[in-house]
């Protein structure tokens, strides 16, 4: 195991023995053993077998994406609710569904604009106002599911934007996430994963998107270049794998390494058929080469 400090028992003679008797022993209790963080571990592990290659993969990512720069999408509910609304359909379905929620929802804040970024996969929601979210909680379930039906999945999203906002309500008084945003990464992350179907991936894009929070959400995409480069264990469980990466990247890192390994799935590591002669990561990539370095 990994940075382990492992003292075994000790023995210690006390009373001195009678002529043909047996030394008494006693025995300490082993002192308590010291194991370092998975990430931190995996790292250094890492980058003994394959020095430097999270570096090599944001700077070569970096030619061919170039260096996004983060900015807010959208207030951390509405990044919410979108993303649930995104999970196992297109990007463009979900933009259809969020649309919806605000035609039939209508809500009275600030008008917004979405800033989707090179890592968005639909083509950006148009400006305004936050749906009402009280309005969409207490909606009548076959109502609601009728209003996002055309962005797919609906009998099972429906039931979980109520179930959501209704948890959010309760805790806090009202829908507002913005307190998050003043909570360390990954405290936040875990008040976020109590929730029915929000796992680390949902928890981390609202998390990145909405505040700029150090957490690298790995949808497919990403998932998929990381494994066949060589960046995530084979065996590796998604929900190890979000924690796993923290400790490849520093902190200022993670948005540019999140929207570059996404744009790259998209564009050139498909899941079939991958463009190889115009990827800039072939020279390190298991899946191109067994033995890359």
């Given at each position: 195991?990994?940075?382990?400090?492992?003292?075994?028992?000790?023995?210690?003679?006390?009373?001195?023995?009678?002529?043909?008797?047996?030394?008494?022993?006693?025995?300490?209790?082993?002192?308590?053993?010291?194991?370092?963080?998975?990430?931190?571990s995996y790292a250094k592990r890492l980058?003994?077998?394959?020095?430097?290659l999270p570096r090599f993969m944001l700077?070569?990512?970096?030619?061919?994406?170039?260096?996004?720069?983060?900015?807010?999408?959208?207030?951390?509910?509405?990044?919410?609710?979108?993303?649930?609304?995104?999970?196992?359909?297109?990007?463009?379905?979900?933009?259809?569904?969020?649309?919806?929620?605000?035609?039939?929802?209508?809500?009275?804040?600030?008008?917004?604009?979405?800033?989707?970024?090179?890592?968005?996969?639909?083509?950006?929601?148009?400006?305004?106002?936050?749906?009402?979210?009280?309005?969409?909680?207490?909606?009548?379930?076959?109502?609601?599911?009728?209003?996002?039906?055309?962005?797919?999945?609906?009998?099972?999203?429906?039931?979980?934007?109520?179930?959501?906002?209704?948890?959010?309500?309760?805790?806090?008084?009202?829908?507002?996430?913005?307190?998050?945003?003043?909570?360390?990464?990954?405290?936040?992350?875990?008040?976020?994963?109590?929730?029915?179907?929000?796992?680390?991936?949902?928890?981390?894009?609202?998390?990145?998107?909405?505040?700029?929070?150090?957490?690298?959400?790995?949808?497919?995409?990403?998932?998929?270049?990381?494994?066949?480069?060589?960046?995530?264990?084979?065996?590796?469980?998604?929900?190890?794998?979000?924690?796993?990466?923290?400790?490849?990247?520093?902190?200022?890192?993670?948005?540019?390494?999140?929207?570059?390994?996404?744009?790259?799935?998209?564009?050139?590591?498909?899941?079939?058929?991958?463009?190889?002669?115009?990827?800039?990561?072939?020279?390190?990539?298991?899946?191109?080469?067994?033995?890359?370095?």
């Amino acid at each position: 195991m990994d940075e382990i400090e492992d003292v075994g028992l000790i023995e210690v003679v006390i009373d001195a023995p009678a002529a043909g008797a047996k030394a008494k022993v006693k025995r300490k209790r082993p002192k308590k053993r010291k194991f370092s963080d998975p990430a931190s571990s995996y790292a250094k592990r890492l980058e003994r077998y394959r020095p430097g290659l999270p570096r090599f993969m944001l700077d070569a990512l970096a030619t061919r994406y170039g260096h996004p720069q983060w900015e807010r999408r959208l207030d951390p509910t509405s990044e919410l609710i979108l993303t649930i609304l995104t999970q196992s359909t297109a990007d463009t379905n979900a933009e259809v569904a969020f649309e919806a929620l605000r035609q039939a929802y209508p809500g009275t804040g600030e008008v917004q604009a979405h800033h989707p970024g090179a890592g968005w996969g639909g083509d950006g929601l148009p400006d305004g106002v936050a749906p009402d979210w009280g309005a969409i909680e207490f909606a009548p379930l076959a109502e609601l599911t009728d209003v996002i039906r055309p962005g797919g999945l609906p009998n099972q999203k429906a039931p979980r934007l109520q179930s959501t906002l209704r948890r959010i309500r309760e805790e806090r008084g009202d829908y507002s996430l913005e307190f998050l945003g003043e909570m360390p990464a990954i405290e936040a992350r875990d008040w976020l994963d109590q929730f029915d179907g929000i796992g680390k991936k949902t928890a981390s894009v609202l998390l990145l998107f909405s505040f700029g929070q150090p957490l690298l959400p790995i949808d497919r995409h990403v998932e998929r270049v990381m494994r066949r480069v060589g960046l995530l264990p084979p065996k590796a469980t998604l929900d190890a794998g979000h924690d796993l990466v923290l400790g490849l990247f520093e902190p200022d890192d993670l948005y540019e390494a999140h929207v570059n390994l996404i744009q790259h799935g998209r564009k050139v590591c498909h899941a079939q058929r991958p463009d190889h002669e115009a990827c800039p990561l072939r020279t390190r990539c298991r899946y191109v080469d067994p033995k890359a370095p």
